[in-house]
């Protein structure tokens, strides 16, 4: 980046205002300091308190690193440590069966990520590139869709996954959005409108028909906006509790998140066991930490730029 | 920008032969040659189309029809007219849930819009660094319920490191979520946490399209940084402002994971929040019609606010131009 401001000649205000150290921008960047302290701190907390044993938090409720530090947490969590071991440590003596509950969350997010993607993408292909009647119509009553609420289609989506008798079924958690969203969609339009006819034109007289098209010309070119519409696809359904808390009634179909609501339920009240809840935290919160790792970028200049939702 | 960086779509390896047919067996229609694409636009949109038949249009209606019956799942549904909009007429908890709604709602936009809007004039007039803007972003990646509990615990009473503060600093130890009065406050500030980066982000789209000119100009005038802010940024900012507060605004009314977690509603109803209401009659007593009828409620209080800010946006166009 400095580099790139030296070489050009035209950044004529920049030098200067880099050296000058005003009151305004000393108190500017002290803000910004505390913006990401108070971002970050409660990260480093989960992790401070997970490595601590229970009785050493009690004891040293304010000290900055781990008390008595340890993986016990970790393995309460893990469902690793004997019931026995766990009680006495604080934690539940019921069986948690966290892989069986991770597992489960990576099969709903990714069974609705990935169907929900491609379909999406293959009807706003069709309401972008494709002549038919009533298209216009069609595409109306999908907008009106944006304005419904999610919290007013869970009861009656409930009633209709229970008719189908998908209760406790990891494909009752994931039908509702398996399909579409309206504004996957109208996201995926909106760029399939912006690319250049020739682009598809040059394509055709190569004597690709229009599905060829769609699937090696369009598809592949959309590869940028799909990724990052994907990615947060993913962690807004690797984060939902309230539909899956309504489906779910047993460890058979129970994710992540509930999976946590309902290990905080079972500590005993009078001595959460907080050292294994951060931890269980923290691996919950992991696999979504390492996917906006690898994307970070692309997604982070996404919003930055197009202001999607 | 993401058009250019993918490769020239002319050179991808595309099928040379003439008018190659990609789905056998179909007749060439003469719908066809005239440029219509009726049956591969059904084909390509009937899964969407099913979907959003069966999983967003069958409920909205479904749900309206079921707000005028009795209804406990395991029954039938029995038609009574308008008997669960008089009992929620009449039921101070609904109006109760209702009150704290909006009282949430309230301290969440004031709260997320100003940071939001601090955290986005400072990524765009201090630093552009996409890493800071990463960062910002962090607690978006957490779930609903993950937030509520690493915040259950910063703010527990005793050992949380919130209070330890407090009480080092020499005030009183705070029941956040234990106390009626901070209960609510503290359940928006948690969801403040968790969601004001992305809106700074969606602001920040919209810093971006102001021309930098304009604040250079502005500065050869010796205008002030708080004085561009005003006469600048704001005026230029007011429409996607108020679209990022449309989307927001709805998305606060559902809340419902935090509260489900970190107070369960408590204390005293203090954040029963009109979510969780739905939920414990849907749920809790199978009332599955008179939870309709409230989210019928939810359902016409949000559309309202739509249409009104939708308005309030139009209206604001005329002075930018």
């Given at each position: 980046m400095a580099a790139v401001t030296t070489t050009t000649t035209t950044t004529r205000i920049r030098p200067t205002r880099r050296r000058a150290l005003s009151p305004g921008r000393v108190l500017a960047w002290t803000a910004m300091g505390a913006i990401v302290l108070v971002t970050l701190l409660p990260f480093y907390w989960i992790l401070r308190t997970a490595l601590?044993?229970?009785?050493?938090?009690?004891?040293?409720?304010?000290?900055?690193?781990?008390?008595?530090?340890?993986?016990?947490?970790?393995?309460?969590?893990?469902?690793?440590e004997s019931t026995k071991d766990a009680i006495a440590q604080g934690g539940a003596g019921g069986g948690l069966k966290f892989w069986r509950y991770l597992l489960n969350s990576v099969i709903v997010s990714t069974l609705v990520t990935g169907c929900q993607i491609f379909f999406s993408a293959m009807a706003a292909y069709a309401f972008a590139r494709l002549r038919w009647r009533g298209r216009d119509r069609v595409f109306a009553l999908f907008l009106a869709g944006l304005m419904v609420p999610t919290i007013f289609t869970l009861l009656p989506n409930f009633v209709l996954i229970k008719e189908l008798g998908l209760i406790d079924n990891l494909l009752g958690i994931a039908l509702p959005t398996m399909f579409m969203t309206p504004f996957a969609v109208f996201f995926l339009r909106q760029f399939f409108m912006n690319v250049p006819r020739e682009v598809e034109e040059a394509a055709l007289l190569d004597g690709a028909g229009k599905v060829r098209i769609f699937f090696r010309v369009l598809l592949p070119m959309a590869s940028?906006?799909?990724?990052t519409l994907a990615v947060l696809t993913y962690i807004t359904s690797w984060n939902d509790y309230f539909w899956p808390l309504m489906v779910s009634y047993s460890d058979s179909s129970r994710v992540l998140t509930v999976a946590l609501a309902i290990f905080r339920a079972q500590t005993p009240q009078?001595?959460?066991?907080?050292?294994?809840?951060?931890?269980?935290?923290?691996?919950?919160?992991?696999?979504?930490?390492?996917?906006?790792?690898?994307?970070?970028?692309?997604?982070v200049s996404t919003i930055s730029f197009t202001g999607i939702k | 920008m993401t058009i250019a960086s993918s490769s020239p779509p002319s050179r991808l390896p595309l099928s040379g032969t003439e008018g190659a047919r990609t789905e056998p067996g179909e007749d060439p229609s003469p719908d066809r040659s005239h440029g219509g694409d009726g049956r591969l636009a059904a084909v390509f949109i009937a899964p969407a189309l099913i979907g959003f038949v069966v999983f967003l249009l069958w409920p909205t209606l479904r749900g309206i029809y079921l707000s005028f019956t009795r209804f406990n799942l395991l029954t039938p549904a029995e038609w009574v007219g308008f008997a669960n909009y008089d009992r929620m007429i009449h039921d101070p908890v609904f109006w109760d849930s209702l009150k704290v709604t909006v009282e949430y709602v309230v301290i969440n936009i004031g709260v997320q819009t100003v940071s939001a809007l601090a955290i986005a004039v400072l990524l765009q007039r201090l630093t552009q660094s996409p890493v800071l803007r990463g960062i910002v972003l962090t607690p978006y990646l957490m779930s609903n319920v993950v937030a509520g509990l690493v915040w259950l615990w910063i703010l527990d009473n005793q050992l949380g490191i919130g209070n330890e503060i407090i009480a080092g600093l020499g005030f009183d130890r705070i029941p956040f979520l234990a106390d009626e009065t901070w209960a609510v406050p503290t359940i928006a500030l948690i969801n403040v946490w968790r969601h004001v980066g992305y809106t700074a982000l969606l602001l920040f789209a919209g810093l971006m399209a102001i021309p930098n000119d304009m604040y250079e100009a502005a500065k050869v005038d010796g205008a002030s940084e708080w004085r561009m802010f005003w006469r600048i940024t704001m005026p230029l900012l007011?429409?996607?402002?108020?679209?990022v507060l449309i989307m927001t605004v709805i998305g606060s009314f559902q809340v419902f994971d935090t509260v489900a977690v970190t107070t369960g509603g408590g204390p005293a109803n203090a954040t029963n929040v009109l979510q969780f209401y739905i939920y414990q009659s849907a749920f809790g007593r199978f009332q599955f019609g008179y939870a309709s009828a409230m989210s019928v409620a939810l359902l016409v209080v949000l559309s309202a606010i739509t249409v009104l800010q939708y308005r309030l946006t139009r209206a604001g166009h005329t002075d930018l131009g």
């Amino acid at each position: 980046m400095a580099a790139v401001t030296t070489t050009t000649t035209t950044t004529r205000i920049r030098p200067t205002r880099r050296r000058a150290l005003s009151p305004g921008r000393v108190l500017a960047w002290t803000a910004m300091g505390a913006i990401v302290l108070v971002t970050l701190l409660p990260f480093y907390w989960i992790l401070r308190t997970a490595l601590s044993t229970n009785s050493g938090l009690a004891a040293h409720a304010s000290d900055p690193l781990p008390v008595d530090p340890t993986g016990t947490g970790f393995a309460r969590a893990l469902g690793l440590e004997s019931t026995k071991d766990a009680i006495a440590q604080g934690g539940a003596g019921g069986g948690l069966k966290f892989w069986r509950y991770l597992l489960n969350s990576v099969i709903v997010s990714t069974l609705v990520t990935g169907c929900q993607i491609f379909f999406s993408a293959m009807a706003a292909y069709a309401f972008a590139r494709l002549r038919w009647r009533g298209r216009d119509r069609v595409f109306a009553l999908f907008l009106a869709g944006l304005m419904v609420p999610t919290i007013f289609t869970l009861l009656p989506n409930f009633v209709l996954i229970k008719e189908l008798g998908l209760i406790d079924n990891l494909l009752g958690i994931a039908l509702p959005t398996m399909f579409m969203t309206p504004f996957a969609v109208f996201f995926l339009r909106q760029f399939f409108m912006n690319v250049p006819r020739e682009v598809e034109e040059a394509a055709l007289l190569d004597g690709a028909g229009k599905v060829r098209i769609f699937f090696r010309v369009l598809l592949p070119m959309a590869s940028a906006p799909v990724l990052t519409l994907a990615v947060l696809t993913y962690i807004t359904s690797w984060n939902d509790y309230f539909w899956p808390l309504m489906v779910s009634y047993s460890d058979s179909s129970r994710v992540l998140t509930v999976a946590l609501a309902i290990f905080r339920a079972q500590t005993p009240q009078s001595g959460v066991d907080w050292s294994g809840l951060m931890a269980a935290t923290l691996i919950a919160a992991l696999p979504m930490l390492v996917l906006f790792g690898f994307f970070a970028r692309r997604i982070v200049s996404t919003i930055s730029f197009t202001g999607i939702k | 920008m993401t058009i250019a960086s993918s490769s020239p779509p002319s050179r991808l390896p595309l099928s040379g032969t003439e008018g190659a047919r990609t789905e056998p067996g179909e007749d060439p229609s003469p719908d066809r040659s005239h440029g219509g694409d009726g049956r591969l636009a059904a084909v390509f949109i009937a899964p969407a189309l099913i979907g959003f038949v069966v999983f967003l249009l069958w409920p909205t209606l479904r749900g309206i029809y079921l707000s005028f019956t009795r209804f406990n799942l395991l029954t039938p549904a029995e038609w009574v007219g308008f008997a669960n909009y008089d009992r929620m007429i009449h039921d101070p908890v609904f109006w109760d849930s209702l009150k704290v709604t909006v009282e949430y709602v309230v301290i969440n936009i004031g709260v997320q819009t100003v940071s939001a809007l601090a955290i986005a004039v400072l990524l765009q007039r201090l630093t552009q660094s996409p890493v800071l803007r990463g960062i910002v972003l962090t607690p978006y990646l957490m779930s609903n319920v993950v937030a509520g509990l690493v915040w259950l615990w910063i703010l527990d009473n005793q050992l949380g490191i919130g209070n330890e503060i407090i009480a080092g600093l020499g005030f009183d130890r705070i029941p956040f979520l234990a106390d009626e009065t901070w209960a609510v406050p503290t359940i928006a500030l948690i969801n403040v946490w968790r969601h004001v980066g992305y809106t700074a982000l969606l602001l920040f789209a919209g810093l971006m399209a102001i021309p930098n000119d304009m604040y250079e100009a502005a500065k050869v005038d010796g205008a002030s940084e708080w004085r561009m802010f005003w006469r600048i940024t704001m005026p230029l900012l007011r429409p996607v402002l108020a679209v990022v507060l449309i989307m927001t605004v709805i998305g606060s009314f559902q809340v419902f994971d935090t509260v489900a977690v970190t107070t369960g509603g408590g204390p005293a109803n203090a954040t029963n929040v009109l979510q969780f209401y739905i939920y414990q009659s849907a749920f809790g007593r199978f009332q599955f019609g008179y939870a309709s009828a409230m989210s019928v409620a939810l359902l016409v209080v949000l559309s309202a606010i739509t249409v009104l800010q939708y308005r309030l946006t139009r209206a604001g166009h005329t002075d930018l131009g």
